[in-house]
């Protein structure tokens, strides 16, 4: 399962990149063409319906080259869009079978491409003593940092990078508007406390790597 998981979710990724590219490259193109005006049809660019707005109004003007520009990079996107939503099935009918995803979907913001890409990382939850030593792993634990007589905590800038962005992922969507209230509350707490945005969600990812290494060990 662990290497049809690497796979998929590999290919996945390299997917969205191209996709963020691709998005990045059509913001300037097709401002060029319309100038600001384009938003009062579109709204939300690429959404499925912007994106045909768009084929529709510029079918007309193949011997422009900036519109035919625009109309490939469009059929590109939906093609990788395509693709990104078949290999995110084949993952889901994958973690379907695995007790441990199934049980991490039950964390708020935790879908089951995130909950298979923790899969994929960690393979099995015995390799780690205790919670700490999974935080280590995935570089999310801090870890003290001295300089003369200042003593500072610091993120580890090592660990698996694949795993921290998987539950960095799910603290992002746990302090959203629609996201988690504990989580958000346990954020708000230490933003009042004098942290940092960027400090305080890394606090509320350390909790979530306890979450998830408790969620494991007794799925």
Known sequence: MTKSLDLLLMERRDLVKWKTIIKNQLHCL?????????????????????????????????????ATSITRRLNRLLFIEEQIYTISKEVAVIGETSKEAMTLTTIHGCGMVTACSIMAEVITVKRFKNKHHFSMYAGIAPTPHSSGRKNKMRTNPFGNRQLNRAIH?????????????????????????????????RCLKHQLAKVVFQKLRYA
Do not use: M, V
């Not at 009042?192 to 969600?201: A, H, I, R, V």
């Open 30 to 66: 097709i401002h060029q063409h319309y100038t600001e005006s384009y938003r009062e049809h579109c709204p939300r660019s690429f959404s499925k319906k912007a994106i045909e707005w768009f084929l529709d109004d510029l079918k007309d003007n193949k011997s422009n080259i900036l």
């Open 169 to 201: 992922s799910i603290a992002l969507s746990q302090i959203a508007i629609k996201g988690d209230p504990t989580g958000k509350e346990y954020y708000q707490k230490k933003l009042k406390e004098g942290k940092t945005k960027l400090w305080s969600l």
